[in-house]
């Protein structure tokens, strides 16, 4: 495959996701935020651990989801991301270059371990994240493949990239590369707790460096800092393109000139929703790359989002090719 | 949790699966037969891995699929097994400790990494296996820890430890020990070409040191080398309890006196077999061990073996006690 003809190119942390079952209680006994997303240090990831029940792994990361997503969807890839020569970062490896995901980021020969992500799935089906971060932090802006990001029609980049200030330049210098080469920039906001953190940077970058944005509700509201309603009224003179998922209530596309209500996809039963987001941006961005209408491009994304809900892990199954046809 | 109130102690390969979905022609390629074990080395194993799609994680070994779902049902159990000191090591003793196993067995600090199992899931839902051995083949005589057996009404031990010398003379010293005391051996066939690998050892074991023996249709046609009547007819003088799994048709239970036929617990949507066979003595036993019927233990192998069946993976994702109470 020439890299001459990308699709979209993802930007993120490379983790590994350790999954397992656990209840409130649990939850509780940790001081864990249901729904969020928690930076650990290595002390508190091995105590947590320690305590969890038995586990899948998988490989995750919110724009490596997304890449995968995308791939699984018939789409052209790379993928920009660190992680250490141990285990974990080969597994990471091998399941995005699988996909045909062109992964060319060198890997930290010594540091930190490849980031892991501690995930606790509820009998509600939610997911509660605790993430050490690990050998992302060595991600800088010299890892950015500007070749990569040039012959790509997006640039991927996940909000996360803003907890490590080296990944954070890393973040800068991939959007003016892509800029620069006329390429569009999306933008994930990632999680409600990360815009909380990073507010100010996330307000100036919907603003003047991102041409799609993706979100939740949360994640929106915090950003403003009100109710949705209003969030939503303040969102649209900053943006191009936004699309913010609502969970079962579906999601809602926003432009200047229009608002296009998205239906969910229904799910016979949902078993773990990491990696929702991840997916429906995987699918909504497969449909701007083919041209698609905004609303093909939400079904498109409500299709992905449906299939990685249905079962653990935030990579999908099933091929989604073989899910959105027709 | 005293050791003196085990109620199954497990010996087997301590084993992590990497699951991917493949097609036939992926199986053809490879000249795997399906449905089947097969042993590789590290090179072969590398160049597989190389080839396969994106994959899920999950703690293995059949006897190690056995304990985590008696224990999971509520049973009191232990287990042996070699793993290294790496990062699937630290996963598989995590979760079978998990589920409140005694898991003492020390690690290898050094020599071949922690052994894993390439596990191809076809759109039958088949899987084909291919086994790395890795650590395992570190575990001796010396590793039973002969007061674990002592305390267990069982001892399960899995067939596949016959395809390594020195796990071989553990797993007969292991059936010593449990003799010794008093208590009953359990072995499970494993593998129709395990099987045929050993098949008059096996022969051997099942008539004089076996109390329970868990087969499927294919390895006890293997191990008299002749069709399903036949084959019944010709255990049952050997054995005073056996118990045959037949796939979506159920199982059968044959002692000297009686032939029990159980069906298959329903299941909606069949994903990935692994772990079938194991997950049916998992409930067989904890039926023993719970002086169940054994008509009932039937139903129990039955019930587990359904949940196992409806995921990737082959260790239990709901807790095995909620599904069987009634």
Known sequence: MSSQTLDVVGIGNAIVDIIASADDAFLEAHAMAKGGMMLVD????????AQMG?????SGGS?????AGIASLGGRTGYIGKVRDDEFGQAFRHDITAVGTIFRT????????????????????????????????????ADIDEDLIRCAQFTYLEGYLYDDPSAMAAFRRA???AHAAGRRVALSLSDAFCVQRHRDEFLALVEHHVDVLFA???EIEALFQCGWDEAIARLRPLTDLA????????????TKDEIIEIAAEPVVRV??????????????LFGLTRGASLSECGRLGSIAAAEIISHFGARPQTPLHTLVTA
């Not at 290595?42 to 651990?49: C, P, S």
């Not at 724009?63 to 890449?67: F, R, V, W």
């Not at 009998?123 to 605790?130: I, L, V, Y």
């Not at 699309?243 to 926003?254: D, F, I, K, Q």
């Open 216 to 218: 939740n509700q949360g």
């Open 42 to 49: 290595e002390l508190r990831a091995e105590a947590i651990y």
């Open 243 to 254: 699309a913010v998922t609502r969970g079962p209530a579906g999601s809602v596309v926003l």
């Open 175 to 177: 959007a003016e590369v």
């Open 271 to 284: 078993v773990d929703t990491t990696g929702a987001g991840d997916l429906y941006a995987a699918g909504f």
């Open 54 to 58: 038995p586990t899948m792994i998988s």
């Open 63 to 67: 724009a490596g989801n997304t890449i």
């Open 106 to 141: 060198p890997p930290a020969a010594d540091g930190p371990a490849t980031a892991h992500c501690l995930i606790l799935v509820t009998p509600d089906s939610q997911r509660t994240m605790n993430t050490y971060l690990g050998a992302c932090a060595n991600i800088g802006p």
